[in-house]
């Protein structure tokens, strides 16, 4: 089993669209959760950072994490054609600068 | 604020030759930089770990001797592709954790080499 699953896509959906993206991993150790954007030949951008369980809002995008599902969930609300682009999940293991582990992305594609 | 830049954007070599990128913190400091390698439509695969003023430590199968990696300062990080070959051409990304800020890690736009 690989330490974080992620279900590669693409996802398509019309704008406007509430979108769902889910990452699982199966090493309970992980406390810190993080979502990605990257755009087609660039750098992944920092979305969102969440510690532990819980929710967290920013604008149109909201993270959720369920520790005890081992389950990590980012929403947008009212996507845009923006919006189309690959979505990493990342986890790191404790507080201080240890790596990061990836899912392999999820690409999504927001038509007009 | 947390911005990293890396510098060339792209770059095409002949096979044989050495290609130096670097990464730069341009608005904080960097106790730690990251060097990443991505394939088309892959995720990312880190590469090696580098601490300012200390050795990289490299991800297992990553030959320590044809990646170069040298952080002079808490600004910089470089990253020396030695004897360059086909197999080498892909897309490298460096990242920063921001010293004393939160555990996560700011990317730069990433450098697409291209050995012929």
């Known amino acids: 089993q690989k330490e974080v699953e992620q279900d590669p896509g693409p996802l398509s959906v019309p704008e406007g669209a509430i979108v769902s993206l889910n990452c699982t991993y199966s090493?309970?150790?992980?406390?810190?959760f993080m979502w990605y954007r990257q755009y087609s030949r660039k750098g992944p951008e920092l979305l969102m950072y969440?510690?532990?369980?819980g929710n967290k809002e920013d604008g149109r995008f909201t993270a959720q994490v369920d520790k005890s599902s081992k389950y990590i969930s980012l929403f947008i609300r009212d996507s845009q054609p923006s919006d189309s682009a690959t979505y990493l999940c990342?986890?790191?293991?404790?507080?201080?600068?240890?790596?990061?582990?990836f899912g392999k992305g999820t690409m999504l594609l927001v038509s007009p | 604020g947390a911005v990293v830049s890396q510098h060339p954007s792209r770059v095409i070599c002949k096979s044989g030759t050495s290609v130096k990128i670097e990464c730069r913190s341009l608005?904080?400091?960097?106790?730690?930089m990251f060097w990443y390698r991505q394939f088309p439509k892959k995720s990312l695969m880190l590469m090696a770990t580098?601490?300012?003023?200390?050795?990289?430590?490299?991800e297992q199968g990553v030959e320590k001797d044809k990646f170069l990696i040298n952080h002079a300062s808490l600004t910089l990080s470089t990253l020396t592709v030695t004897s360059a070959h086909p197999e080498d051409s892909s897309f490298y990304i460096c990242?920063?954790?921001?010293?004393?800020?939160?555990?996560?890690?700011?990317f730069g736009p990433g450098t697409r080499l291209t050995v012929l």
């Open positions: 990242s920063a954790n921001i010293a004393g800020g939160p555990e996560t890690q700011y």
């Open positions: 090493n309970s150790a992980f406390q810190y």
């Open positions: 969440t510690y532990s369980s």
């Open positions: 990342a986890m790191s293991l404790n507080s201080g600068y240890s790596t990061l582990t």
């Open positions: 608005d904080f400091q960097a106790t730690t």
């Open positions: 580098s601490n300012e003023g200390s050795k990289a430590t490299y």
